[in-house]
């Protein structure tokens, strides 16, 4: 079955504890991206990747970081987290640059950090 | 700055029909996304519009004029299954999706 992969789906965490979010996809699509999602706000995207080894800055990438080793892995890293990165994230992938075609979303991940 | 405008929340019976409108003010256009949300699931895509026009799938349609930066998704028949929010979003001209907050639509029996 296409899908995108994303784990854990909930997650409880205290400030300061480094933590990774997995995004695995099995379509073979060049381009994924990470988005935050928070109550009244559109979705803001974090980090997108074009390729293996080409990633780049969405709105809101402050405290975040990423990597694309492989073309169907592109995990999320939060190298210190903090509460006000409390929220549901979502991976999302397409081809090409996704011009023309939809995304497929992971089922999300809930994260709180207290 | 860029602006995708929805409104916030609906109310519609089963049976009828609905029309949830999107505006937006984006620097470049190269396309138009309707999402459809469950609450706490993942988006899940419903349509592209890039030309001006109506484009039909099922029950659901998408508008789009790209001259009034306007855009609207059209449910007929609705169904208690469509209660959920629905996203619009515009690729701008650096081909970035720009997301708008979306509209929670419920359904009524």
């Known amino acids: ?114 | 700055g860029q602006n995708i405008d929805q409104p916030t929340e609906m109310t519609a019976t089963e049976g009828a029909i609905v029309q949830i409108n999107c505006t937006y003010q984006t620097s470049g256009f190269n396309g138009l996304f309707w999402y459809q949300q469950h609450a706490g699931e993942a988006p899940t895509f419903l349509s592209y519009n890039v030309l001006d026009g109506l484009e039909e799938k099922g029950r659901f349609s998408s508008f789009l004029s790209r001259s009034k930066g306007y855009s609207y998704l059209l449910l007929k028949e609705l169904q208690m299954k469509d209660s959920a929010s629905y996203l619009c979003a515009v690729r701008d001209s650096n081909y970035q999706l720009i997301w708008g907050a979306g509209t929670k639509l419920i359904i009524k029996p």
Not at chain 1, 62 to 71: A, H, N, Q, T
């Open chain 1, 1 to 114: 079955e296409a899908q995108v992969t994303q784990n854990p789906r909930y997650l409880i965490t205290v400030t300061g504890k480094k933590l990774t979010v997995t995004c695995s996809q099995n379509m073979n699509h060049e381009y994924m991206s990470w988005y935050r999602q928070d109550p009244g706000l559109g979705l803001r995207q974090i980090y997108y990747s074009m390729n293996v080894e080409v990633t780049d800055k969405g709105d809101v990438p402050e405290g975040y970081k990423v990597s694309r080793k492989e073309k169907r892995n592109f995990p999320l890293i939060l190298e210190s987290p903090s509460p006000n990165q409390t929220s549901l994230y979502f991976c999302a992938s397409s081809f090409g640059d996704g011009q023309g075609y939809g995304y497929t979303f992971g089922s999300g991940t809930r994260l709180t950090v207290v």
